[in-house]
């Protein structure tokens, strides 16, 4: 478990201080390269308590930036109960919902009260039972005028009419990176360790709200034109429209932004600290924004970018 | 996340409905019930997971009357049938035992349940549950199995039984016995030839032909391709 991020007299790197959390003790690794990849705040947090003389406000801060502009995807779901799917031949539908059948962003934004945009992925299916199945096994007989509940033969029967004839569809969306949601050392708490953890700020705007509610029109149109009885209630306003709060859809990024300013960015093209040059960033943290998809393949390309950056300086002898 | 705060928050979410569960990975979805074995089986799990099931594994909470009960119960909820065998006869008592030393909170309502059934038992028929014959059981069971139509003072006994009734039911449909009984398929090394065409004829759809030409003719999928020394593609 990395503390902090050791540097010397001029400000660069030396190595980290970490903690093992076998014998709990502190222990320091020598480094002529930092690459810090914990998760986009992890990595502030660990940048954010990397104080010296050097680097006061944390390592890679003379900005002011990091933590800030931290954004996660939208998020939205809504389900029916497609009585045409009842009683169903079964086959293999695995991977019908975890691998995220897909539909990209279709509308043009002008006609829009919201920018960018969101996908959608689509969910249900014959999957494999876990704890949790079976759970509330005939709730849906209330929607085609039967009993709900029992036991014996009945009950057995009715798990397997309604086994797979369930549909969702969840919406992920771009979130605007905004310098008002930040995370930042809180003053007050510790982890086990002793080290400060991180605190957040973060508030959905308009432009999201918008997306969210355009989320649920549009599952609503789907789910109805396929004959699905629609479950659960639309979220309104008071409800941020279903959002999920900010964090849930784990896509966290921005916290370490990228760009060529360095009084209003952290890393620079290659993900190197502004502020010293044998520190990078290979996480979420380097983002200036997010597609409405999953950051990790980006996350991969931009990764392989700067190791061959890395080895380029190394063999320079330029870090 | 507890189940009834993932119901919850799904809700305030727009989604409901019980089936797809399944679907959403819980805390302790690789649970395995190995029929009367009372290990956990040989999935990947670290050294604190390996502690806390040695831990809830050594202990012990329900105790025999309560399990006859349970068991008593299981075989009410899912009696065998002529192709599918009954809920102890999958070992779901078992996982009774075991899961509510694994998830807590199932402790306090299940024993109070159980000690609410005998009571009612000793109420209408002067004995506990398990000296009922099967049909006082059952008429103790149709008061309190229809949560549409319970009477208020059964209430509790309703709530009870419902959470009963989900348990039995994942412990049965997350063995072998009840995912045969259910038909879940699941995946087939090597094999995927997407929805079956009679599926796809009866909501009236059909592959596109130009697409199909581009996926694996199924009768050759076990078929190698073959390179040339210089890696390239011969068939």
Known sequence: MVREVLTDDEGLATGVS????????????????VVLAASACSS????????????????????????????????????????????????????????????????????????RGYHMEAWGGLGMPSYGFGFDPNELNVHIGKKVGGYGDQLRKDVKSFYGSTVGISGR?????????????????????????????????????LQGKHMHDTFEEILTAM???LLGTKPGKEDDYGLAAPGRIIHEVG???MGNDKKRSVVNANQQLHDAKNVFIVDGGPFVSQADKNPTWTILALSWRTCDYIIDQLKKQDI | MKRRETIKSMLVGGIAGPLFIAGCQP???DVKIKGKESTPGPYGRTDKEKEHDAKVYASKFL???????????????????????????????????????????????????LMWLDHRSGRLFDTNFISCNMQQQKQILDEIAYPDDVAPELAQGAEFFSRMRNLVLTGYY?????????????????????????????????????????????SKRDVLAQWDEEGRLVE
Not at chain 1, 18 to 33: F, G, S
Not at chain 1, 67 to 92: V, W
Not at chain 2, 99 to 109: A, E, G, N, R, Y
């Open chain 1, 18 to 33: 970490y903690i093992n959390k076998d014998d709990r003790q502190e222990y320091e690794l020598k480094a002529k390269v």
């Open chain 1, 44 to 115: 502030a947090r660990i940048l954010l308590n990397s104080k010296s003389k050097q680097h006061p406000g944390g390592l890679g801060n003379s900005s002011g930036v990091v933590g800030k502009y931290l954004h996660d995807s939208t998020g939205a779901s809504r389900s029916a109960f497609i009585p045409a799917l009842m009683d169903r031949k079964l086959y293999n539908e695995d991977g019908t919902g975890g691998m995220h059948i897909y539909f990209p962003w279709w509308l043009d934004n002008k006609k829009l009260d919201f920018p």
């Open chain 1, 173 to 209: 969306g771009e979130c605007i990176a905004r310098e008002e949601n930040y995370c930042e050392i809180d003053p007050h708490v510790v982890d086990e360790f002793g080290i400060p953890v991180l605190r957040f700020n973060y508030t959905w705007t308009d432009h999201e709200m």
């Open chain 1, 227 to 229: 004959g699905g009885v």
């Open chain 1, 255 to 257: 916290t370490t932004r």
């Open chain 2, 27 to 29: 805390e302790h979805a």
């Open chain 2, 63 to 113: 105790t025999e009357h309560e399990l006859a009960t349970i068991a008593v119960l299981c075989d009410l909820i899912l009696p065998a049938t002529a192709t599918a065998g009954s809920a102890t006869d999958a070992g779901v008592p078992e996982f009774m035992d075991f899961i509510v030393k694994d998830i807590t909170s199932h402790q306090l309502p299940i024993r109070g349940g």
């Open chain 2, 174 to 218: 997350t063995t072998r016995m009840g995912i045969d009984d259910l038909g879940y398929q699941g995946n087939v090394a090597n094999v995927w030839d997407g929805v079956p065409e009679d599926v796809l004829a009866k909501h009236g759809m059909s592959y596109e032909k130009e697409w199909l030409a581009k996926c694996v003719d199924q």
